[in-house]
Nanobody, 126 residues
């Protein structure tokens, strides 16, 4: 069974950076679209960013565009979400999703992806 695992969350001050990692056992992530999502308490899960199958497009939610960067490290079979200039409103549980689709014209939707990790907590606070 596919297992997706996120890591790298934590408590950080506003303006600082974090890098989240997404790994999955038993498959080569280069052949899958990957999505990052987040969910704040009492709010719906929202798409943050996605990256298409290797060589394909990336996309970002307007709220993170210019601050977050999604990337692949094929040698490590890992997808990263580099988060810079973090804000308190970026606080939430961040989820990685695998096996879906990433278009070049909109941020990902939860319904676009099939397999999910358990999430990693990101808290931005002074």
């Amino acid at each position: 069974q596919l297992q997706v695992e996120e890591s790298g969350g934590g408590l950080v001050q506003p303006g600082k950076s974090l890098r989240l990692s997404c790994a999955a056992s038993g498959l080569n992530l280069d052949y899958y679209a990957i999505g990052w999502f987040r969910q704040a308490p009492g709010k719906e899960r929202e798409g943050v960013s996605c990256i298409a199958v290797r060589g394909g497009p990336t996309n970002y939610a307007d709220s993170v565009s210019g601050r977050f960067t999604i990337s692949r490290d094929s040698a490590k079979n890992t997808v990263y979400l580099q988060m810079n200039s973090l804000r308190p409103e970026d606080t939430g549980t961040y989820f990685c999703a695998v096996d879906g689709s990433c278009t070049g014209w909109r941020a990902p939707l939860p319904s676009d992806f099939k397999s999910w990790g358990q999430g990693t907590q990101v808290t931005v606070s002074s």
